[in-house]
């Protein structure tokens, strides 16, 4: 009603100025103007909310577009004789942190004889994360192994996670789980046993061919590789996803792991208050001392491939092998599609034209970038900016 009190006003005051005598007969007159502004008022308002819901539509839909653009990321991971895949696994908090990824679920390809401990580990390190949602799950092909920082870590457990006995069940679970139109990525920082026996598996290789469209491995160089080749099991498990996977597979290669990262936080945190820094000295590294990041470098590639991986990396197309009977890897480059790549460092090419790892290890942008996300969770307890 406001715009037709305002309205009658002003013909109040019109018709007083013109000493017009309005007789009660002639009530019609306002009468006919009061139908004609509340009709207005009555117009104006189912427009605007028209308007809102509009709105409303649009943000929603601005929402759903921005869900899709988050990658949905299964991190499947040995954690235990070696710490780089600590680092990966910060490395992936930290772009969950900031809405580039989606961490969906953590997978072991180890097992410590089935006590648990890896499990409560990687719980500790998701909850001190804030990630409280994320399943974990123990290896779909038994592989004994152990972690030095495996207490550090579990003594941050303050839930439980749901938890798988075989990782191709929370596999299938996640992918059937994800909305149409939507696909995951793969970080393998170990044995690849956990994605051979997910393409092992009828309804797994279709999931797989409908709901991933990548796998990114990290680990692999032109000769032998733990990754690859250290039992009988995980070569099989690495001919086999190599010769079977039908989607992308990429491959992180041990040069990478000159990209030296962590020595800064440690460095900064003198009383060693980060799990990441706790993880560092009980595995032996010295404050200050850099450590070898081919695991988290995997999971940067994950990230950020539907934006050329920040022109930092770049993936080569290649023919691989791996010979099964020592699980040696041979690579050569190819101008076929043949949906499997190596990557290199985009940004340390020598001057012949190929990539050099010494120049990775030299690289301060490498490790400042990489720095810059193991140490943003560090940076916000302690209020740095």
Known sequence: ???????????????????????????????????????????????????????????????????????????????????????????????????????????????????????????????????????????????????????????????????????????KDILKALPEGQKARIVTTGFLTNVAAMLQDPEGYQLITEKVDGVFVAGGSDGLSWNLSYREDARAASTYVNTHCPCDVYYIQDALGANQVGGHLTKIDTTDSDILSQAYAAFGLADGQNYGNCDGTAVYCAAYKDVNYNDLFTPIPMNIYINPDNGSLTGTETTEPTNRYRFIATQCINEAGVFSKYMLYDSQLYTNVMDALIEGDYNRKHGIS
């Open 1 to 171: 009603m406001k715009y037709f009190k305002k309205a009658t006003a002003i013909l109040c005051s019109a018709f007083m100025l013109c000493s017009i005598n309005v007789k009660a007969a002639d009530t019609s007159i306002i009468d006919s103007f009061e139908n004609i502004f509340e009709a207005e008022e009555r117009s104006i308002e189912k427009k605007e909310q028209s308007d809102a819901d509009e709105a409303e539509k649009r943000a929603q839909g601005e929402a759903e577009l921005q869900a899709l653009s988050v990658v949905p990321l299964i991190l499947d991971v040995d954690m235990s004789s070696d710490v780089d895949d600590v680092t990966a696994f910060r490395i992936a908090e930290e772009l969950d942190y900031l809405g580039v990824i989606d961490i969906k679920g953590v997978a072991f390809s180890i097992t410590p004889n089935r006590n648990g401990n890896n499990i409560r580990g990687a719980e500790g390190i998701l909850d001190y994360a804030g990630l409280t949602d994320v399943p974990v799950a123990d290896c779909a092909v038994d592989a004994v192994d152990f972690g030095d920082y495996w207490g550090v870590l579990w003594k941050y457990k303050t839930t439980n996670h749901v938890v798988y006995n075989n990782a191709v069940n929370m596999y």
